[in-house]
T-cell receptor, first 113, second 116 residues
Framework: DVKVTQSSRYLVKRTGEKVFLECVQDMDHENMFWYRQDPGLGLRLIYFSYDVKMKEKGDIPEGYSVSREKKERFSLILESASTNQTSMYLC????????????FGSGTRLTVV | AQKITQTQPGMFVQEKEAVTLDCTYD???????LFWYKQPSSGEMIFLIYQGSYDEQNATEGRYSLNFQKARKSANLVISASQLGDSAMYFC?????????????FGTGTKLQVIP
């Protein structure tokens, strides 16, 4: 069964901490994405990557960075966590080309206190 | 302007009845794709159905069908014979060209509750 795995289901961090959210996929997909989901706002794209060591800003990249050193792993980094980054974070992947949908992970619910 | 609009924050449907979830979109591109995802309370987004802008037939996947009306820019999801397990959030999404890449934008979602 193909999977996108997010390392933590729930995470509580303090304001100012550096936070790493990890995402691993086992489908050899080229494209990977990080979204945050907030009630009433739907999913908003933070960053995406179309290849190893490649990254592109999405709609709301401020306060975030990403790393893609290996094809299967895409990390989201909060350099200095703030309370307004409390949210559900969803990772997704997709093969290059084709018309199929994304495969999503189960999400990480991050609370910054 | 919103790229994807879902005007129904919440809906109820009786078990075994059909239900339509509304979605309108806004794009000036000729080539685009439309998706529906289901998000149960567990949190994982599940891909349901896809419609390409050049597809002449409405997409169907089991009990799911996408009512694609290109001129009206609508892509409504129809679930036939609702089941209790269909209770979830449903998101409409659109993929379109953006700066040399394909960008996907999601709507704000509709919470569907199936009543026994």
């Amino acid at each position: 069964d193909v999977k996108v795995t997010q390392s933590s289901r729930y995470l509580v961090k303090r304001t100012g901490e550096k936070v790493f959210l990890e995402c691993v996929q086992d489908m050899d997909h080229e494209n990977m994405f990080w979204y945050r989901q907030d009630p009433g706002l739907g999913l908003r794209l933070i960053y995406f990557s179309y290849d190893v060591k490649m990254k592109e800003k999405g709609d709301i990249p401020e306060g975030y960075s990403v790393s893609r050193e290996k094809k299967e792993r895409f990390s989201l980094i909060l350099e200095s966590a703030s309370t307004n980054q409390t949210s559900m974070y969803l990772c997704a992947s997709k093969p290059r080309g084709g018309s199929g949908g994304y495969t999503f992970g189960s999400g990480t619910r991050l609370t910054v206190v | 302007a919103q790229k994807i609009t879902q005007t129904q924050p919440g809906m109820f449907v009786q078990e075994k009845e059909a239900v339509t979830l509304d979605c309108t979109y806004d794009t000036s591109d000729q080539s685009y794709g439309l998706f529906w995802y289901k998000q149960p309370s567990s949190g994982e987004m599940i891909f349901l159905i896809y419609q390409g802008s050049y597809d002449e037939q409405n997409a169907t996947e089991g009990r799911y069908s996408l009512n694609f009306q290109k001129a009206r820019k609508s892509a409504n999801l129809v679930i036939s014979a609702s089941q209790l397990g269909d209770s979830a959030m449903y998101f409409c999404a659109m993929r379109e060209p953006s700066g040399g890449y394909q960008k996907v934008t999601f709507g704000t979602g509709t919470k569907l509750q199936v009543i026994p």
